[in-house]
């Protein structure tokens, strides 16, 4: 596999067996003999992982060891807490005050702990405007011109928020923190989605965890309780969202060859090899040469490859794929080297792939060869 790190402009790392320390410190002020609990945040429940007295300082370090993300928080007896979502090879830094931890922190070198922090920090700014707009219903009395009011910035806020947390997921389907997204809640304990059609991102979520994290403890418990999490959704007619039409997994609009913009999504309903190349790698020639004979024996079953280019060179990118008689969708963002696209799939190296049925469910990743066509086999006859 081709190393990618003079081609992208985004920093692709290398996955690593080996256990990898992290380091979450920092500085909590106004918390002098307090104690600071560091707790691992389960599907299920809270797990106590390690504790610390903090001194005048307020200064205070961990160190765990993860091979995938999880989440935890960093909590005062008061009840105060922050929640983070670490990664392996974190260095992760947070600074508070003692009687701050819930509304207002600083979080640095955990990328799923700041996509986290964007999360607390929406839903506190969204409660604050509903409660004052709550206060404000009491003041308006019988006035019906204030209340009408009122009522529409109520529901202008609500459906705000509910854009942001959707958004959120779709940006962001491929980090954990957009199962925390799925389960947020406002002051008065409704959650943030729980609109009818709000059902797809919860498929979007558990489908991206699945493929990604297939064991982690809340990829199970997303799937396990799929059911239930259909039922807390309070408008919702099952039978007919199921049946609508829509994607399970996050949309690519990048341009071909011929500078035309092609979409993901377009493909939906077929079953679709998403491949993630470049042209400059010595093994493309390969992996391409088993993508045209799988394409030459299912397209006409159904069998679609949307492939996406990291180059920068355009005029190469261009005559490799003409060269290579790659006669499906090519895409291309030669400006960044295709980095959203390769960031929002969690690619790290080339070759890499995703495999996705005709419901849009992610049924596999980085199969090649054998095994690849023996996956393909299973789904189109």
């Known amino acids: 596999m081709k190393r990618l790190f003079y081609l992208l402009p985004l920093l692709l790392l290398w996955a690593c067996t080996e256990k990898t320390n992290i380091n979450i410190e920092g500085n909590i002020k106004n918390a002098e003999k307090k104690i600071l609990y560091l707790q691992k945040l389960h599907a299920s429940g809270i797990e106590t992982i390690d504790s610390v007295q903090l001194n005048k300082t307020g200064n205070f370090k961990f160190k765990l060891f993860d091979t995938v993300p999880q989440f935890y928080l960093l909590q005062l007896k008061s009840g105060k807490f ?89 940006k962001n389907a491929t980090s954990l923190a957009s199962y925390m997204a799925l389960y947020q809640k406002l002051y008065d304990n409704t959650y943030t989605l729980n609109e009818n059609e709000d059902i797809k991102f919860v498929r979007i979520v558990a489908s991206s965890m699945r493929a990604l994290h297939p064991k982690h403890e809340y990829t199970k418990a997303i799937l396990s309780n799929y059911k239930e999490l259909q039922k807390r959704l309070s408008n919702l007619a099952l039978s007919k969202v199921i049946a609508q039409e829509g994607i399970n997994f996050p949309d690519i609009k990048l341009p071909d060859t011929k500078g035309k913009i092609q979409k993901l999504s377009s493909l939906k309903g077929k079953f679709i090899i998403l491949n993630f190349w470049v042209s400059q790698d010595v093994n493309a020639v390969k992996v391409n040469k088993t993508l045209r004979k799988l394409y030459k024996k299912y397209h006409r079953k159904g069998l679609e490859i949307y492939q996406v280019a990291a180059d920068t060179d355009v005029k190469r990118w261009k005559e490799e794929v003409k060269a290579q008689k790659l006669n499906w969708i090519n895409v291309c963002d030669a400006k960044n080297g295709s980095s959203v696209a390769f960031g929002t799939f969690n690619v790290h190296q080339v070759p890499a792939n995703y495999l996705i049925d005709k419901r849009g469910v992610i049924v596999g990743k980085n199969l090649f060869g054998k095994n690849l066509e023996e996956k393909i086999a299973e789904y189109i006859k």
């Open 82 to 170: 922050i929640t983070l979502l670490t990664e392996q090879n974190e260095k992760v830094e947070v600074q508070s005050k003692a009687n701050q931890m819930n509304s207002s922190y600083t979080v640095k070198g955990s990328k799923g702990s700041a996509l986290v922090k964007s999360l607390v920090d929406k839903v506190n700014a969204t409660n604050q405007q509903l409660q004052h707009i709550k206060a404000e219903f009491k003041k308006a009395g019988k006035n019906k011109t204030k209340i009408k009011q009122l009522t529409e910035d109520y529901a202008r806020v609500l459906q705000n928020q509910r854009e942001f947390s959707a958004n959120f997921i779709i």
